[in-house]
């Protein structure tokens, strides 16, 4: 049975949509083997904050992202209950989305990390320079410009912050590895055409590979538009060839997006070459002493395909492609007040923070 070990909900993330519970009891309908909760982390200042974030919670500028963080602990008491409620159906495991944005970042994922029981976490990276890259077109701009004023320069600088992430913090699972071609001129370009971008992403691979990392074939990229998954192929192969190991990702944030375009994906990882697919599971010794109940499986991808019923791909062959907004305001105006009803504690969104 397939798996995925990144989503969010719209209960906790005001740019996605449906309850933590819908997200769960829809993974058991698609017949995931192992579906893994991963919330956006709560970030520290407000000026990381997202034009949402700001206008909801109603955090003015000498004010501190406090609601965030009391969000988030209402995120972690719901997916603990899900884990147990739905136990026997389901493997959940609970973990969250890290956000590296400067160095500083590490200590709040640490803090993160030891105040909570995870099972695991997705390393990600969204920021340059501090600056949103995949937020819409206007960001990535101003993130280039800060880069130096090129693709190609801010490509360097996105795989050496990656790279800062991936030592520091040795991440179960690698989030959208090659996030930053999103919002680029020419997102179907080779990396190769740039030796100093190509050498980054070898040497970002050859750490992940040294550590255990898993690397997620996302297949958000496919619902935004892009012909391949996260990463892409010339980058898949050459973490393959370097004896990489792959898991598989929906990024989800709707129900529908849930297994969404893994028939893509299958045809993908056949054509790649990859032989086996990996994914986190309980009650085995693990290598990673901050989850020591989670240990990594593997599954060979004839016998992945195999147990997967047809009915189940054809889910997945949903409309695959939804065109980008200009950013994510829109939708997330739109659902403002199901957002508030559906955090099922809306005195926190009305809690003024403490001035900093």
Same mark, same amino acid.
């Given at each position: ?47 990381? *904050? ?12 000498? +004010?501190?992202?406090?609601? *965030? ?11 603990? =209950? ?11 495991? #609970?973990? /969250? ?17 030891? +105040?909570? $029981?995870?099972?695991?976490? #997705?390393?990600? #990276?969204? $920021? ?15 993130? =280039? ?47 190769? +055409?740039?030796? !100093? ?5 070898? =040497? ?16 958000? !990229? ?35 997006? #849930? ?31 901050? /989850? ?25 062959? =949903? ?30 969104? +009305? ?6």
């Amino acid at each position: 049975m397939p798996f995925s070990h990144h989503s969010h909900s719209g209960q906790f993330c005001l740019h996605a949509q449906n309850t933590l519970e819908e997200m769960v009891q829809t993974a058991i309908s698609r017949k995931l083997r192992v579906f893994a909760l991963t919330e956006h982390m709560p970030r520290d200042r407000h000026c990381d *904050l997202y034009p949402e974030e700001v206008r909801n919670y109603q955090i003015e500028a000498n +004010q501190s992202p406090a609601d *965030l963080y009391k969000i988030f602990a209402a995120y972690y008491k719901e997916a603990m =209950r899900l884990k147990h409620a739905y136990a026997s159906e389901i493997t959940i495991l #609970v973990g /969250f989305e890290s956000d590296y944005i400067r160095p500083s970042s590490t200590g709040v994922i640490e803090d993160l990390l030891g +105040q909570y $029981h995870w099972d695991m976490f #997705v390393g990600s #990276v969204h $920021h340059v320079r501090t600056i949103p890259i995949d937020f819409d077109r206007p960001l990535y701009e101003k993130a =280039r410009r800060a880069a130096g004023g090129t693709d190609e320069l801010l490509f360097q600088a996105y795989f050496d912050e990656q790279f800062d992430m991936l030592r520091a913090l040795k991440p179960p699972v690698v989030g959208h590895f090659d996030l930053i071609r999103l919002k680029s001129d020419d997102p179907e370009c080779s990396f190769q +055409q740039w030796d !100093g971008v190509w050498e980054r992403i070898l =040497r970002n691979l050859t750490f992940i590979q040294s550590y255990g990392g898993l690397m997620e074939l996302n297949s958000a !990229g496919l619902r935004k538009g892009l012909s391949e998954p996260y990463p892409n192929a010339e980058i898949s192969k050459a973490f393959l060839e370097k004896n990489g190991r792959f898991t598989l990702s929906d990024d989800s944030h709707s129900v529908d997006h #849930v297994m969404l375009n893994y028939d893509r994906v299958f045809q993908f990882v056949r054509e790649i070459g990859i032989a086996t697919l990996h994914f986190l599971e309980r009650g085995k010794a693990s290598s990673d002493s901050r /989850f020591p109940s989670v240990s990594i499986s593997g599954m060979p991808t004839s016998e992945w395909e195999q147990s997967t019923p047809s009915p189940i791909l054809r889910a997945s062959m =949903r409309p695959s492609f939804e065109p980008e907004a200009s950013g994510q305001e829109e939708p997330v105006r739109a659902n403002c007040i199901e957002k508030r009803q559906l955090l099922d504690i809306p005195q926190v969104l +009305q809690i003024t923070a403490p001035a900093t």
